[in-house]
Every structure is written in C-alpha cells, then in structure tokens.
C-alpha cells in the first residue's frame, strides 16, 4: 500500500473504522485486504489501552462472536469470568464493539481481523493459539491431536471442513476450553463431519456448546452442567442432555 491509496486507508481509520461496521462505497476494495502492518499498529493502539479483562472480551468477539444474538454472548462472557459490564462499557465507548437494534454485537471487519490476527501472532502453532476459528488449522489440530493447554475456544464451520474423526485423547490437553462449537454455514446441509464427543476431561471447564448434527441422545456425562450455561444442538438427536438423572 504506497503513498495515497495509504492516506486513504488512515482516513477511513480516523473518519470511520470504529463508527460503523462496513466502509463507505468506494472503500470496500481497500477494506477486505489483509491488514497491512501500518495499518494493524494503527488500530492496535486502541487495543493496548485495554486492560487483560476487555482485551479477553474483544478477542472473544473478534474470533467467535461477531453479528451473534447479544444475549447468550453475555451470558458466556460472564460465565467465563469477565467483568462484564465495565468491560462492555469500555470497548462500547471507545467503538471497539456495538450492539445493533436488532440485539446483535457487532464490530467492524478491520477490527475483527486485528483480533484475529493478535490470536494468530500468539505462537507460529495454531496449537498454542488461545482461539481457533480456521478449518485447515482445526482439521490438522484436531485429527492429529496436537493441541495444548493454550486453547479456550474452538469454531469450526463444518461445511468448510474435511470430516474429523476425533481421537479419545483429543481434548485431554485443553485444561482452559471454555467455547466449543462446531457448525454449518450451509442452510440445509444437516450432515455431521466431526465424530462424537467422547469422555474427555478437556470439557470440565466448556461454558459454550454449539453442536450441529449430534449424532447420540445424550451428552457425554463428564461435562459439567454447572458451568455450561449455553447449549445449542441444532438437527441433532438429542432426547435428554445427561444420561441418568439429569434430564431436561
């Protein structure tokens, strides 16, 4: 990006990246490019004033949650320890997130590829990476069980992605998993890639549950009802979600 196609692109920062959630015509071209450095020092500024409790919420929303319904993203946020409503308060006022009429969180793309792209930065080992979104990265963590301690949140868009048989070992190692998800972009396509959830004691510590096409009746009995505070099982074959006596 050289000389005035740059100026440009501080222009739109200044006049515009934190006040709406799309550029003006004309500037979409320039806005869809992958984050030049420059430009991600610019916008990361706002981030460093953050402190570890709004930065936490900004990456969870920049990674998992963009153009979601607010309310469940609150309760997950607050179930995951956040000071919730100063955190909110913070990135509101400094236009890092927003919530439309229509009771979505939004941010502007810009800023959700710098979160993403401070994720990416972490470790060169998508493993090590705190969230992960990416389905060639997921398939390969995953299918050869490569991941750590480091991860808190999984999305994976199953209509992107090869199909994953998970190991029984798979999750053993993610002490701090704190969002699961695994879903389908593709109206109508109601087809499960990722095989079962199976005992693990990667899922002690899940908030989030988000499982097209589960293909059992019940959930695996090692996840903790106590802290799982949202739960979706889209087309799946769910009749209860615990065996025994915790049914719903």
Request: with cysteine; hydrophobic share 35%.
């Amino acid at each position: 990006m050289k000389g005035l196609r740059y100026d440009h692109a501080l222009e739109l920062f200044s006049r515009h990246a934190f006040k709406q959630n799309h550029p003006d015509v004309g500037y979409e071209e320039l806005s869809s490019k992958i984050l030049h450095p420059k430009i991600h020092d610019v916008l990361k500024l706002s981030y460093d004033d953050l402190d570890v409790n709004e930065k936490g919420i900004f990456l969870d929303v920049a990674c998992f949650f963009k153009s979601d319904d607010v309310y469940p993203v609150m309760k997950f946020l607050d179930a995951s320890g956040f000071h919730l409503e100063i955190g909110i308060s913070v990135l509101a006022d400094k236009s890092l997130i927003d919530v439309n009429p229509y009771d979505r969180i939004t941010m502007h793309d810009l800023l959700q590829e710098l979160g993403r792209e401070i994720v990416r930065q972490e470790s060169i080992n998508p493993g090590n990476q705190s969230r992960l979104w990416h389905h060639e990265d997921m398939y390969e963590i995953l299918t050869n069980n490569t991941g750590t301690k480091s991860i808190e949140g999984i999305c994976l868009d199953m209509s992107k992605a090869n199909e994953i048989r998970l190991n029984p070992t798979t999750f053993v190692k993610m002490h701090k998993l704190r969002f699961l998800k695994f879903y389908n972009s593709i109206n109508g396509d109601n087809r499960c890639k990722v095989s079962y959830l199976q005992e693990s004691p990667g899922f002690a510590e899940v908030r989030f549950l988000h499982r097209h096409g589960y293909p059992l009746k019940s959930l695996p009995s090692n996840i903790n009802q106590k802290k799982l505070v949202v739960i979706e099982m889209p087309h799946s074959n769910i009749q209860q979600f615990w065996d025994g006596t915790r049914q719903v």
